[in-house]
């Protein structure tokens, strides 16, 4: 089956700069790689996704790129707000199985 | 548009007991799933539900398990409760069957934290 593997777990960050958040796959018929947000105490939401077909794909501040040679994918925040602190999950899917998460990185934004 | 229910919120059961939890999802939607969420593990994907029918399942043991409804309510039950099943199980909603690339949004409830003693 496919595994997921997230780094860094925790990442610290300035207000205002940027932050990366790195995952790789093992399947490589995974096809669909989301990204979900948990806020401490709240349920995760999805923030962004990309699909195999695609290599980058932006929304506002939010971005991610996918590298299938490699199999790897990233999140890019930039500007970070105190706001982005949270939990962000990667994941990934292929064909029938069932979503595979990494185990999350704890993303804090010092003031 | 209610968003997706998982009860009870919380409960504690202890070693060898079963438990049921429930999940109601957004309405319209059609596909459920279940996930484990654990401080060190994050999140472990239980099973899928779409049409009543089984669609995948993780790498848990037999005590898991689950049903779906017809009306897309799903319940999973876990029997024999081990110390390590205390973790934040959490239900997700998606419009339609999740396959690969075809695969939309998933839409989590608050989850159900279970504590075994």
């Known amino acids: 089956g496919e595994n997921v593997e997230q780094h860094p777990s925790t990442l610290s960050v300035q207000e205002g700069d940027s932050a990366v958040i790195k995952c790789t796959y093992s399947d490589s018929a995974s096809n669909y790689f989301p990204w979900y947000k948990q806020e401490l105490g709240k349920r995760p939401q999805l923030i962004i996704d990309i699909r195999s077909n695609v290599g980058e794909k932006k929304d506002q501040r939010i971005a991610v790129t996918l590298n299938k040679t490699a199999k790897h994918f990233s999140l890019h925040i930039t500007e970070t707000q105190p706001e982005d602190s949270a939990v962000y999950f990667c994941?990934?899917?292929?064909?029938?199985?069932?979503?595979?998460f990494g185990k999350g990185t704890h993303l804090i934004i010092q003031p | 548009k209610a968003g997706v229910t998982q009860t009870p919120r919380y409960l504690i059961k202890t070693r060898g007991q079963q438990v049921t939890l429930s999940c109601s999802p957004i309405s319209g939607h059609r596909s459920v799933s279940w996930y484990q969420q654990t401080p060190g593990q994050g999140l472990q994907f239980l099973f899928e539900?779409?049409?009543?029918?089984?669609?995948n399942k993780g790498n848990f043991p037999g005590r898991f398990s689950g049903r779906q409804f017809s009306n897309s309510r799903s319940e999973m039950n876990v029997s024999t409760l081990e110390l390590g099943d205390s973790a934040l199980y959490l239900c997700?909603?998606?419009?339609?069957?999740?396959?690969?690339?075809?695969?939309?949004?998933?839409?989590f409830g608050e989850g159900s934290r279970l504590t075994v003693l």
């Open positions: 997700a909603s998606s419009l339609f069957f999740q396959q690969g690339a075809n695969t939309g949004e998933l839409f």
């Open positions: 539900y779409f049409s009543e029918t089984q669609r």
């Open positions: 994941a990934a899917r292929g064909g029938a199985d069932g979503l595979t």
